[in-house]
């Protein structure tokens, strides 16, 4: 049987330190040259309205310890309106309010397809799994302070991750609905048990703080060199979200990637809104300022072949664009879980299986 596995069982059965205890092991494989990923790849397709455009989004991987595959593929209705001053990314799949991401796991032991799971709850716990796990690698060990940009579902996973690998006892949200962050701060000082402040500003977010994260759906920048102190560990969910001149004050960048994403297109480029082309330059110019020896792979630091940071006084940049053999590892621990506890509706799996060769 295949299991169809929706996001309220997924989020049933996996919390974020399970989550990332099983990114921890494939992040080593990576490494150890023991899991394999092929990049992030999107194709951009415009519409008869000039501010909507078609994005088709995959991703792949798989592990051989856990001897699984993954592809995460999105569909999806993209435009970029202006709020706040700052143009943010939305996106549907049919209409406003529904998204059509799934994730197929497949069995490298006999190639059968073990389940189709909604990417949901999946894609915001992996990201946050996997930065919690950059944090623990890049952020100093006394860190107590955590300045949180962004007061959404992303924001919340991350705080909760970055919480269980450093003592956080402050968190300082900015976001620019006061209504947002106030939410935030209430309900995730009730569940994290600490002092969460909602502020005014990114520069009152940033102030004092330890870890700097920006988890928005921003793609004009929201962190500026002013908002940068020694010694900080800094994260973003985009590149987009920091400004250029801010990552020269970078001292040392750590990825999880297999490399910038690759972005197709069915028109030149004189046809494509400005910030359509993804992050191949944002990635350069980084490249380009940091040295070489400073920028390495979060799988490279977890198997110590690199190190997460230099010293107390260097700026350590974090982020991850993701791998699908991150979602092989988190898919392949949600679907053991699951058939083990009989959630899941069974599909035959015949009917993803032909006697025509192809």
């Given at each position: 049987m295949t299991l169809l596995i929706n996001n309220e069982v997924a989020a049933d059965v996996l919390g974020m330190h399970e989550c990332m205890e099983a990114l921890a092991v494939v992040l080593k494989e990576i490494g150890n040259g023991e899991a394999a990923d092929r990049n992030k790849s999107n194709i951009h397709i415009p519409t008869g309205d000039p501010r909507l455009w078609y994005r088709y989004c995959s991703m792949e991987g798989g592990s051989r310890a856990l001897q699984m595959v993954a592809i995460?593929?999105?569909s999806d209705m993209v435009s970029w309106p202006d709020v706040n001053g700052r143009l943010r990314e939305t996106k549907y799949t049919r209409e406003p309010g529904l998204y059509g991401g799934i994730i197929l796991l497949f069995s490298a032991t006999n190639g059968e397809l073990l389940a189709i799971l909604n990417d949901g709850f999946i894609q915001h716990l992996r990201v946050a799994g996997t930065y919690g796990?950059?944090?623990q690698y890049t952020a100093r060990q006394d860190a107590r302070v955590l300045g949180m940009l962004g007061s959404g579902t992303m924001a919340r996973l991350n705080a909760e991750a970055y919480c269980l690998v450093?003592?956080?006892k402050q968190i300082k949200v900015y976001s620019p609905r006061p209504g947002n962050r106030k939410r935030f701060a209430q309900?995730?000082?009730?569940k994290l048990e600490i002092d969460v402040i909602p502020v005014d500003s990114a520069e009152a977010a940033a102030k004092g703080t330890d870890i700097l994260?920006?988890?928005?759906?921003?793609?004009?920048?929201v962190i500026y060199p002013?908002?940068?102190?020694?010694?900080?560990?800094v994260c973003t969910v985009t590149n987009a979200e920091m400004s250029p001149a801010a990552y020269r004050h970078v001292d040392r960048m750590v990825l999880a990637r297999t490399s910038a994403a690759d972005h197709h297109f069915t028109t030149g480029e004189d046809q494509r809104p400005r910030h359509l082309g993804g992050s191949n330059q944002k990635v350069l110019e980084l490249e380009s300022v940091v040295p070489?020896?400073?920028?390495?792979?979060l799988s490279d630091v977890m198997s110590g072949h690199a190190p997460g940071r230099g010293s107390d006084r260097e700026i350590v940049f974090f982020q991850s664009e993701?791998?699908?053999?991150?979602?092989?590892?988190?898919?392949g621990k949600i679907y053991a879980k699951a058939k083990e506890q009989g959630l899941g509706r069974e599909l035959p799996g015949e009917w993803f299986l032909q006697n025509i060769r192809t």
């Open positions: 995460r593929i999105k796990l950059g944090v450093r003592s956080i309900e995730m000082g009730e994260a920006a988890m928005t759906d921003s793609i004009d920048p002013e908002l940068l102190a020694q010694g900080m560990c070489p020896d400073h920028v390495h792979q993701g791998m699908g053999s991150q979602f092989a590892a988190v898919a």
